[in-house]
Structures are given as C-alpha cells and as structure tokens.
C-alpha cells in the first residue's frame, strides 16, 4: 500500500533522519507482504531496527503518539519482521523501535518527536549470549521461524 496520508509521510521522514543521525542506513519504507507491513527497516553494523511510526495531529485517549502501539499492531510488527527475515535470509540481531510524531496541522511543521529504542521484544524469542549474533527463533502461527 502506498501511503498517501501527507501526516504519516512527514512522520516517517522525520523517523528516517533519525534513524540516519544514530548511523543507521534505511533500508526499506512501508515494507509489505500480504497484509503484513513494517514503516522503516534499518541496519547499522549487526543490528536490523523494524520501526513503527505513530504520526498524529493531536494526542489521543491521553497518549502521546508512541504510547499507541499496542498489543495487536506489535504482533503485526513481529509478524512482518519473521517474514522480512525469513525472505531475506538475514541473520542481523531484530530490533523493535518506536517513533512518535505530532505535527501541526496548519503549518505541517513537527511539534513534537520520540524515537523509543528497543520499544518491544518478541515474547517467544530467544537469544543465547554465548553468540554475539544470538541463536534466536520466532513462532509464528505454529511454524518456527528462524536460526537454531
């Protein structure tokens, strides 16, 4: 899906030069298979950043725009990152960050901006610290994705 919401592509801009001031390189924008989708995909060194993007024009229910990730869009996340993984046979240690954006509504301009390192982890994921590059494997509808 191509996004055309002018909101969520200043957001994702904002959240790629911050990805590109830490030293990361960005590696794909609305990244799909199926109904899956990953906002920005990152790599610096051996690390892979999966990001969710969260731009908003007002703070709702209370919470700032990174404080709407919930449970079913970081399963959706986790989903898309097995999927980016797997296709690409990419052995990098995940990361799952979060980007949150308000932007003025009139002027277009970023009022506010958080980028949440490590926002969320796999609940079944599992990494052996006697390898920098971890041993780690997903479960994804019944079906382990990932290095042994």
């Keep these: 899906m191509f996004v055309t ?7 994702e801009n904002e959240a790629a030069k911050m990805l590109e001031k830490k030293g990361f390189k960005v590696l794909e924008r609305n990244w799909r298979m199926g109904h899956l989708e990953v906002d ?7 690390v892979i950043v999966f990001v969710e993007v969260k731009a908003r024009t007002c703070i709702l229910n209370n919470k700032m725009p990174e404080e709407n990730v919930d449970e079913i869009k970081m399963k959706r996340v986790i ?6 993984l797997k296709y ?3 052995e990098k240690q ?4 979060v980007v949150g954006i308000l932007v003025d509504r009139n ?3 970023i009022t506010y901006s958080r980028y949440v390192e490590d926002a969320f982890q796999p ?5 052996n610290s006697g390898s920098y590059s971890g041993l780690w494997h997903w479960a994804h ?8």
């Excluded at 920005?40 to 051996?46: F, M, V």
């Excluded at 995940?94 to 960050?97: E, G, L, V």
């Excluded at 609940?123 to 990494?127: A, L, M």
Aim: aromatic share 4%; glycine share 4%.
């Design 94 to 97: 995940p990361r799952f960050d």
């Design 88 to 90: 690409h046979k990419i």
């Design 5 to 11: 919401d002018p909101i969520a592509i200043i957001g």
């Design 79 to 84: 989903a898309a990152a097995n999927a980016y």
């Design 40 to 46: 920005l995909i990152a790599e610096k060194r051996r």
């Design 123 to 127: 609940k079944t994921r599992t990494i």
């Design 141 to 148: 509808r019944n079906k382990t994705i990932g290095k042994r």
């Design 107 to 109: 002027t277009n301009e």
